[in-house]
């Protein structure tokens, strides 16, 4: 049983296009999360959101849009796609918020994306 | 930022060995948690330890936090192969979590 998938694992498309990955988990928790992780391996948060409300928000450009239809589903939108989007993305999800004690993510495989 | 630094950024020692890695970060924060990166694959967490909290063990694993210095160290014991990983820290603050920069820790059979 996978507890946080993520599709589609690989993801190789030209500059300028829209593409959109989907994150599902079947643990019930209420938050989840996106992630960006660079060719050095740096991890950065981009959203979060707690029973599919966004709490969390990073400085990430406007060309991505997470979506969550529900609790269990988010799915990252990237419109315009750009050389430097090329990282993977980690989806994750926890029991609690951020803000919350005991916050343990669980993270799905990663989607790489790679922009050319 | 409150990104964490760790240290080493890269440690390779044989098995049975014991390996340490250090994060530093920059301001007060709620917990700090650990967390293990194998190749091509997703964060799997290992430990979380609250600021009120010296020192955590989890199996081969132990994890120490100063506040006053800033710092976390983790400990793998009896190191084996399956070990080899990319390590990361991380800090919660408020509404903030951020990783550190990660240790790549290799362990020869």
């Known amino acids: 049983d996978t507890a946080v998938s993520q599709t589609p694992k690989y993801l190789v498309t030209q500059m300028g296009n829209d593409k959109s990955i989907k994150c599902e988990q079947n643990?019930?928790?209420?938050?989840m999360y996106w992630y960006k992780q660079d060719s050095k391996k740096f991890l950065k948060i981009m959203f979060s959101y707690n029973n599919k409300e966004l709490i969390i928000n990073e400085t990430v450009p406007n060309r991505f849009s997470p979506k969550s239809p529900d609790k269990a589903h988010l799915n990252l939108h990237i419109n315009s796609l750009e050389l430097g989007d090329s990282a993977v993305y980690f989806c994750?999800?926890?029991?609690?918020?951020?803000?919350?004690?005991?916050?343990?993510?669980?993270f799905g495989p990663g989607t790489r994306l790679t922009v050319l | 930022s409150q990104q964490g630094e760790e240290d080493p950024q890269a440690l390779s020692i044989q098995e049975g060995e014991n390996a340490t890695m250090n994060c530093s970060y920059k301001t007060s924060i709620n917990n700090l948690q650990w967390y293990r990166q194998n190749s091509g694959r997703g964060l799997v967490h290992l430990i979380l330890i609250r600021s009120n909290e010296r020192e955590k063990h989890s199996g081969r694993l132990r994890v120490t936090l100063d506040t006053s210095k800033k710092s976390s160290s983790l400990l793998i014991t009896a190191s084996r192969a399956a070990d080899t990983a990319s390590y990361f820290c991380a800090t919660h603050t408020g509404n903030q979590f951020y990783f550190g920069t990660g240790t790549s820790l290799t362990v020869i059979p």
């Open positions: 643990l019930g928790h209420d938050t």
């Open positions: 994750a999800s926890s029991q609690v918020p951020v803000g919350a004690l005991g916050n343990e993510q669980f």
